[in-house]
């Protein structure tokens, strides 16, 4: 039985195509960012009660849409908002 060298080239090209098929994989399965987000799910994002969520809408801080009585939200804004209460440190 002859033996056979192995290369890098051919470990590299082991190692590339499985990965390759892996995000293929991922990339094909992949959701696109929503939208809107329900109420529990914005509740997430910056770990807040479901009063202070309450609060923002009578406030007017979010935006928000209210169908079948389920609040939206625009993700974008949460975001918008978060980032402009951001607060710095010294």
């Not at 809107?36 to 202070?52: N, Q």
């Not at 979010?62 to 975001?79: A, H, N, R, T, V």
């Amino acid at each position: 039985m002859a033996a056979e060298t192995v290369t890098k080239e051919d470990l590299s090209r082991f190692k590339a195509e499985p990965l390759a098929e892996l995000c293929q994989l991922v990339a094909a399965h992949a959701q696109p960012p929503r939208k809107w987000l329900r109420s529990p799910e914005v509740r997430k994002l910056p770990d807040i009660s479901h009063g202070t969520l309450q609060n923002m809408r009578v406030n007017g801080s979010l935006p928000y849409s209210k169908i079948d009585g389920i609040f939206y939200y625009p993700q974008d804004e949460i975001l918008k908002l978060l980032e402009d209460n951001r607060r710095r440190t010294a």
